[in-house]
């Protein structure tokens, strides 16, 4: 069952990461992102961990249970994208977005939330019962 949600959380890191590539090479953001292999396998790992915290809210926490697929997809990603960019930015990964323009907001935060619908289908596909144990 896990490699479901595994494969799930794959294809969104991996179209999370074509929008935000996609909008630097035509010139709408200016994140500064680039995409080595050692950089995709972090990306990657990242967007399992972020799924997999998801997948534990939605098993702990009712009230989140009673959301709109799509809203929650959309909120984690907000989320995801608040916490996972800065974090970047300190390491000298990227530019924050806020200081990069509106171009570069708007396209990384899409593809957040873009990332964060994926995982939510997913998980709401394969269901949230269950233990992570």
Do not use: C, D
């Not at 799509?70 to 530019?95: C, E, F, S, Y």
């Amino acid at each position: 069952m896990y490699a479901k949600y595994s494969v799930g959380f794959l294809i969104g890191s991996l179209v999370q990461a074509g929008i935000v590539l996609l909008a630097e090479a035509i010139g709408i953001s200016r994140l500064g992102a680039r995409l080595t292999l050692g950089q995709l396998a972090l990306h990657i790992l990242a967007g399992q961990a972020a799924g997999y915290i998801l997948l534990l809210l939605l098993r702990k926490v009712e009230t989140i249970q009673k959301w709109n697929t799509t809203l929650t997809g959309a909120v984690w990603g907000l989320i995801v994208w608040a916490i996972v960019i800065p974090i970047n930015a300190v390491q000298g990964k990227v530019r924050l977005p806020w200081e990069a323009g509106i171009g570069t907001i708007l396209a990384s935060s899409i593809a957040f939330i873009v990332f964060g619908i994926i995982t939510a289908y997913t998980i709401k596909h394969y269901g949230y019962e269950g233990n992570l144990a």
